[in-house]
């Protein structure tokens, strides 16, 4: 499954104050994620891309930032989505810029069966074996 979203990031949005955006999935495992800056941005604006707002997809450490322009920053990722709600937080800011930015996120993954099964009973594996 795709999913794409046009976040519009406001100008002069400052770090401590950034725009925050949930982003419905469905569960499964992401398995890539991009997000588009579009040119002009001349790396003044700044995004990340969080699992349950601690784990990061892009960049996979939380606390920092990806930046670009007229570039998209893309990462292969293995990013389970087993607890409701099936969401990403989407953070971004713009510090000392004068234009509005539009940023496309975009998610892949695929659906996996079985997730919340406890135990197979036929072929005794635990929980954590995914059935595709």
Known sequence: MSFAWDITITADTKEHAPVEEKLKVTHG???????????????????????????????????????GDGETVSYHTYRQLDDMPFELDFVACSPDTTYDYVLTVRTWSYVVF?????????????????YV
């Open 114 to 130: 079985g997730l919340h099964a406890t135990k197979s009973s036929s072929k005794g594996m635990s929980s954590n074996c995914l």
């Open 29 to 67: 495992i992401i398995t890539k994620a991009e997000i588009k800056f579009p040119p002009g941005c001349h790396g003044m604006v700044k995004a990340r891309l969080l699992k349950g707002g601690l784990f990061g997809v892009i960049p996979t450490n939380p606390d920092e930032w990806v930046t």
